[in-house]
């Protein structure tokens, strides 16, 4: 059914798959000379994602982004900083530092290796197994953990992308630390481009699923890093890596190192 605050009437940014070709009400607003960016703020409450502007709201909806907020306190957000800072941070790209918990991955050539991975880092194994509670996340067993930390002085960012779907499963989990931010999802076609931005409260985790994790990019834009902010992703497994796949020995493999949580950063 159409929302009642809709006004644009054959409004559908959602189409093929997430994103629509057609002009939002017949009409293009240029940004950059030229480039269409249609702006849109994610509202939980509702699962839609909406826009105000000139006194017309217009909407649509955005499956595909679960956000459970307070998921940690503050004082398990201070063991956590505190065990991940006991370990070295290695520079990563656009102002980013990086631990990464997981095996060797070579995404062009499709080729996964042990490596020297160890497993999950044992305090996650408690946040875990609190994701559980969720319906959404129950059967997410995750096989890697990326902790990234970003900071305003270095201008870290991370630029619009969608992740690797041959390892990688269906659910990408995130759990946000020290500071809120905003996770940009984007859908560009052409001289047009949906923007859908979602707040990430601190202390919060975030999964994006279906249309939102296979169709639209996602991003953290340098504007939206204030302070020090510190995310954990853990990600799953996908079908060729779990029984009856082409990979399923590999996939139990790693399946069983990374839920001893005895691991330490490769």
């Known amino acids: 059914m159409p929302h009642p605050d809709r006004k644009a009437e054959g409004f559908s940014p959602f189409r093929r798959a997430g994103c629509s070709a057609k002009d939002l009400n017949g009409k293009r607003r240029a940004e950059d000379e030229g ?15 909406v826009r105000n502007e000139g006194g017309v709201h217009e909407s649509f909806p955005f499956p595909g982004v679960l956000l459970w907020e307070n998921f940690i306190s503050e004082e398990e957000e201070r063991d956590l900083i505190n ?15 990086k631990q990464d918990f997981g095996p060797k991955v070579n995404f062009k050539k499709q080729r996964v290796h042990v490596g020297t991975f160890s497993g999950l880092p044992a305090v996650s194994r408690k946040i875990v197994l609190r994701m559980s509670q969720e319906p959404l996340l129950q059967g997410f067993h995750p096989v890697e953990q990326c902790n990234l930390d970003y900071s305003p002085q270095r201008g870290s ?13 269906e659910r ?11 996770v940009t999802m984007s859908c560009d076609e052409g001289q047009r481009e949906v923007r859908v931005c979602v707040s990430f409260p601190r202390r919060s985790l975030l999964v994006l699923h279906g249309q939102a994790r296979h169709t639209w990019k996602h991003a953290i834009h340098r ?7 510190v995310c954990s ?14 990979y ?17 950063p490769v």
Not at 157 to 169: E, F, V
Not at 224 to 229: K, T
């Open 233 to 246: 992703t853990f990600r799953e497994l996908s079908p060729a890596f779990l029984p009856e796949g082409a």
């Open 248 to 264: 399923e020995a590999l996939g139990s493999q790693l399946l069983d190192m990374a839920l001893a949580f005895q691991g330490s």
């Open 35 to 49: 480039h269409s960016v249609l702006h849109f703020k994610y509202e939980p409450s509702s699962g839609l994602a």
């Open 172 to 182: 990408l989990v995130t759990v946000n630390l020290l500071s809120d931010t905003v």
């Open 157 to 169: 960012a991370i630029d619009p992308h969608l992740d690797d779907s041959w390892l990688w499963g």
């Open 83 to 97: 065990s991940m800072d006991q370990d070295a941070w290695k520079e990563s790209q656009s102002g980013r530092k």
């Open 223 to 229: 504007q939206d890093i204030r302070q020090r902010r």
